[in-house]
């Protein structure tokens, strides 16, 4: 399937790639310490060393090929989410064309299909996540019971000092573990994120990229022309600003579109392009731009045309402004110039209607604009844009009424600022129009099927026929008068004021734009999604959950016990303790997987409904209240960036912040009740300290993240902006410029991103590390200055507990505010429930006028008479 590029700025670019090299580092630094700590193991085991790496090898390989098969899954999971997209960004660009023959009910079905195959592959993905998961929380204790029970084969026999060291060692290995763990599953599941990248990098482009890529056979600016090759028409003299020689097709591998062209235009010439449907008339314009790949044949391929060219394409180019920034289209502004180009295109009267005149914003791709508005913005930009000598308007009289489309002509296309250009122009068969071209064409089938001058062509069987059919087609006599917006432009003979259109919305529409409705998770809206994900998976999942960790903590006391018998009878047996630990473990691994499904059920229901209410909402949101007031491409960050993140992470942040609460609770009040209680009052500061830092941080996290989700929002709209338009930034050679503007945008995001993530997360880390250590230390003095009332294993049990919650510190402040972050991006789905509604399409009183059919038997009908 075609890649999305919003998908892969949002989701690959900005998410999958972040922190990789980071992720990578970590990956190197977890075995370095891996290695060091199995050194120091042998010295206390010795052999029985061995015997560890046996059990932890097979273990390892596991998680490598489990983890290589989590890659495969999260590629078939974004593949469907690139389907997702696309269809959905392709309905909300023609949502006017979707409200008008109501199909609101079949698309919503046709992207939640769409949508249930993308949960199906999430799905799998989680369950094999689970597993791994799973397998690495155990490796620690894996490796405690075959490190023990080696050394107590081997030696027969174990002591104090070896068990509390083996602890130690053993417990900072679990930390590297689950550092490892995470570091690895972040680089393998970036693999295809890579080769997703790579693909969209490496994917055929554009035959002619000015100045980059210039083929042999395309001439700029004037250079000297090939000899044309006989068999074709030619058109002009010798000496040609614009030429186009050759077949053409739309792909290299393809077939052509544009048959034996020749095809050569004087500087300054005025030519009309006419045809049927399906002729070529547009084609022939890409061609001109160098969009078509040459094809084999008997005319060899030539193009040549001015380095710049003002195209206006029949669906407008409307970027995320205001009207003055979509008319100067980057460059310098001439009040003169800019004054005279918004006259040629009747676009006064228009800016008389607007609030903010030429500084009123006008939406993605200009959809608070009618059609006629958004070619005479686009016919404006061509007008202004001096140094484009090449102009090509793809039917520019369609979407306006007779006198406007009268002073277009007189004023634009022949007045003043596009005079000495060369101009193309695709319209429909007038006689009036067509006797002010040097040149007229009609296409056929790709083919020039007659050439000239007005009065000739005019007077051929194949204009006479496409005057026939485009009468028969519109309804229309020779005039070529169209349907259009109904405006009368300023000073034409027939010209009045136009009333001042309502705009009740406009400084809301505004408002809309420039900010960010920052709003925080609520109860009411997690106890919604609580109930769409099911009560009973949620408090399943937290009660097995607080379950495993006392489990877990069980395995931890099975060796308390095993140390302080052995302190008071040496003698004391190991195989009682080592089956209890081995029991303990297989518990805690049944129990972790009973966890994790629930908590999978529990998401997936939640992913699943959050897109559907919100993608069902939106479709049914009226033009004027909404889409005319939300750009394409914000709309688009929620539905795709932000349920991207719900999908992937929310669970796993939620998770993650609920287990270092049970993690860190529960080992404290186990400290806490064998410590003496004036050493837990002590701590009493510590935890004030702790909480103050924790407040503060919070506090500037969520305007941050909420400032960061604006500037994706931002940087999304730039790409829905140009992603269907990028033609036509070629052709005006603006893409220098916009993927500068682009980068600037992305560039704020990352700084954005940098400060929320890394600065506040390292200042939130610093002081709570230096705090915890001073507790940590604190407590090691006291125990040992009382080891015999406390006890060697449980000193070393509170200890170990102590040093992994220190290790912790960083991954458990990572996971708590990533949980926020997943929060913060379900709160802005969430916000588009609450946006307005159109009446029902179906009411209840339709069921008594629908038809309905009724089978009724022959044998209970009386004899029928003719």
């Known amino acids: ?95 006017r064309v979707v409200k008008c023959y109501a199909w609101e009910e079949a ?39 075959s ?79 090939k000899e044309t090759a006989g068999g074709g028409q030619e058109i002009g003299g010798p000496k040609a600003a614009v030429s186009l020689h050759g077949s053409y097709q739309w792909t290299a591998d393809g077939f052509p579109v544009l048959h034996r062209l020749q095809l050569d235009v004087p500087e300054g010439g005025l030519v009309a392009i006419l045809g049927g449907v399906g002729a070529g008339k547009t084609t022939l314009l890409h061609a001109l731009l160098g969009e078509l790949f040459p094809a084999a044949g008997d005319v060899e391929p030539l193009l040549r045309r001015p380095e710049e060219a003002a195209f206006c394409p029949q669906v407008s180019h409307i970027a995320e402004g205001t009207v003055k920034e979509n008319v100067l289209f980057g460059k310098e502004y001439n009040e003169e110039r800019y004054q005279q180009a918004i006259r040629c295109a009747s676009l006064e009267a228009d800016l008389d209607t607007f609030d903010g005149g030429d500084s009123s914003l006008i939406g993605a791709r200009g959809i608070s604009l009618s059609g006629g508005q958004k070619a005479r ?37 022949l007045g003043p600022l596009l005079e000495g250009r060369t101009r193309f122009v695709v319209l429909q068969p007038d006689s009036e129009r067509l006797k002010h071209f040097n040149k007229v064409l009609i296409l056929e089938k790709g083919c020039i099927k007659e050439h000239g001058s007005p009065h000739e062509v005019m007077a051929t069987e194949a204009y006479q026929r496409l005057l026939s059919s485009n009468s028969e087609s519109f309804g229309a006599g020779a005039n070529g008068a169209e349907a259009g917006e109904g405006r009368t432009p300023r000073g034409s ?38 109930r769409l994900g099911r009560w009973r998976n949620l408090c399943n999942f937290l009660l097995v959950f607080v379950l495993q960790t006392f489990v877990f903590l069980l395995c931890d006391l099975v060796l308390v016990h095993w140390t302080n018998a052995m302190q008071l009878n040496p003698a004391t047996p190991d195989k009682p303790f080592l089956f209890g630990y081995l029991f303990w473990l297989v518990v805690a691994l049944a129990v972790w997987l009973i966890c994790w499904q629930f908590g999978m059920w529990f998401t997936i229901r939640v992913s ?152 506040l997360k390292r200042w939130l880390v610093n002081r709570v590390a230096f705090m915890w250590s001073f507790y940590t230390t604190t407590t090691f003095i006291f125990g040992m200055l009382n080891a015999k009332y406390i006890g060697a294993g449980t ?38 429930l609450s946006v307005p509604q159109e009446r029902p399409m179906h009411l209840l009183d339709d069921a008594r006028h629908e038809s309905f059919v009724t089978k009724v038997p022959r044998s209970t009908l009386r004899k029928l008479s003719a």
């Open 107 to 145: 698309m919503e079905v046709k992207v939640d299909q769409m949508r249930r195959e993308e949960v199906g592959s999430l799905e799998r993905y989680m369950s094999n996540l689970g597993t791994l998961y799973g397998v690495i929380l155990c490796f620690p204790k894996i490796l405690i019971f």
């Open 1 to 95: 399937p075609p890649l999305d590029l919003l998908t892969l700025i949002n989701n690959d670019a900005c998410r999958m790639l972040a922190g990789i090299f980071e992720s990578a580092a970590c990956c190197v630094n977890a075995l370095c310490v891996f290695i060091i700590l199995m050194t120091m193991l042998w010295t206390r085991l010795r052999l029985a060393t061995f015997i560890v790496l046996a059990c932890a090898i097979p273990v390892v390989m596991f998680s490598v090929v489990r983890s290589m098969g989590l890659a495969e899954y999260m590629l078939d999971f974004q593949e469907k989410v690139d389907r997702r997209v696309t269809a959905l960004r392709e309905i909300l660009f023609g949502i």
């Open 608 to 759: 699943h409904a959050t897109h559907s209410m919100a993608l069902c909402r939106i479709l049914r949101a009226p033009v004027d209240r909404f889409f005319d007031k939300q750009p394409v491409g914000r709309i688009m960050n929620r539905l795709q960036g932000d349920v991207t993140i719900v999908d992937q992470s929310l669970f796993l942040r939620f998770f993650g912040s609920f287990a270092v609460v049970v993690q860190t609770v529960i080992p404290m009040m186990y400290i806490h009740a064998i410590m003496p209680w004036f050493l837990s009052l002590a701590a009493l500061p510590l935890y004030y300290g702790i909480a103050t830092c924790v407040t503060r941080a919070w506090n500037t996290l969520v305007p941050m993240l909420y400032c960061l989700m604006h500037s994706k929002s931002f940087v999304a709209a730039q790409i829905s902006d140009v992603s269907n338009s990028n033609v036509v930034v070629r052709a005006y050679r603006d893409s220098t410029r916009m993927a500068l503007e682009f980068a600037d945008s992305f560039n704020e995001s990352n700084n954005i991103e940098l400060i929320s993530k890394r600065v």
């Open 147 to 225: 490190g023990l029970w080696g050394y107590a084969a081997i030696y027969g026999h174990q002591d104090v000092v070896t068990i509390f060291t083996c602890m130690v060692i053993l417990g900072a290995l679990r930390c590297m573990c689950e550092l490892f763990a995470t570091s690895f599953a972040k680089v393998v599941t970036t693999l295809p994120t890579i080769k997703r990248i790579e693909t969209f990098l490496t994917a055929p482009e554009a035959p002619l990229i000015v100045p980059t890529s210039i083929p042999h056979w395309v001439h700029l600016d004037g250079l000297p022309a």
């Open 493 to 530: 003979p027939k010209s009045a004021t136009p009333a001042k259109r309502e705009e009740p919305n406009r400084a809301e529409a505004s408002a809309l734009r420039e900010d960010e409705y920052e709003g925080r998770p609520t109860w009411p809206m997690l106890k919604q999604y609580i």
């Open 377 to 413: 913005v686009n016919m404006a930009r061509a007008a202004y844009r001096a140094s484009a000598r090449l102009v090509l308007l793809d039917d520019p009289f369609g979407a306006v009424d007779a006198p406007t489309a009268k002073a277009l002509l007189d004023r634009l296309i």
């Open 795 to 832: 000193l070393g049990l509170c200890m170990t507990n102590l040093l992994i919650l220190e290790v912790l510190i960083e991954p458990n402040i990572e996971n708590s505010t990533g949980a926020l972050y997943e929060f913060i991006c379900l709160a802005r789905i969430h916000e588009y």
